[in-house]
């Protein structure tokens, strides 16, 4: 079923894999959390955030949950800043850990992103510094899955990446209760 097809009591019920800037303006968002994953489909490991998105489209998440496949977009996703209070991102990282390892960290600052991989980089981090340039701004979460290389033109993963999926979102499940209950 397509969002245009659902009905209002549809949206109400299930959370959307956002796809249109029109979804902005159909639903209060202030009790809601996003999570938001981002990194090129086409680079390998270096999009496991989109799959993980992928991966939770296919679940029944709490109804305050939304999902959004960031891609590369950059300042594209600054309405997201402006619409939630809190936001979960999950991205990939070359940070010398074992392959799959999760890690969550509480970026204050663009320069606390970890270095992106790819074309993200720098649309992610001007993204992150206009969004504190902001009169509110929302609380951030990473969620990091370390990768050991990027292939180009594949979205095929590493084992112990593809492996990390169902455990980070566990872990973004658990986080985004403990963070509904300090929204209520």
């Keep these: 079923m397509t969002q ?17 800037d029109a979804f902005y303006f159909e639903k209060d968002k202030s009790q809601s959390i996003l999570i938001l994953g981002v990194g ?42 402006e619409s939630y209070n809190k936001i979960i991102f999950v991205d990939a990282t070359m940070d010398g850990k074992e392959e799959g390892t999760i890690s969550l ?20 981090k001007d993204m992150i510094e206009a969004v504190y340039l902001m009169e509110n701004q929302p609380d951030l979460y990473l969620f990091t899955i370390s990768i050991e290389k990027v292939v180009p033109m594949t979205t095929e993963l ?11 979102i566990e872990q973004i499940i658990s986080l985004s209760k403990t963070l509904r209950e300090q929204i209520s």
């Design 4 to 20: 245009s097809t659902k009905t209002k009591t549809d949206l109400d019920k299930k959370p959307i894999a956002i796809s249109s």
């Design 158 to 168: 590493a084992p112990e990446v593809k492996k990390a999926i169902p455990k980070a």
């Design 40 to 81: 090129n489909f086409l680079m390998g490991d270096e999009g496991v955030g989109v799959h993980l998105i992928q991966e939770m489209d296919k679940l029944e998440l709490p109804p305050y949950v939304d999902i959004l496949d960031g891609g590369t977009g950059g300042f594209l996703l600054l309405n997201c800043f």
């Design 105 to 124: 960290l509480r970026p204050k600052f663009a320069s606390d992103f970890p270095s992106a991989l790819s074309v993200h980089d720098v649309g992610l």
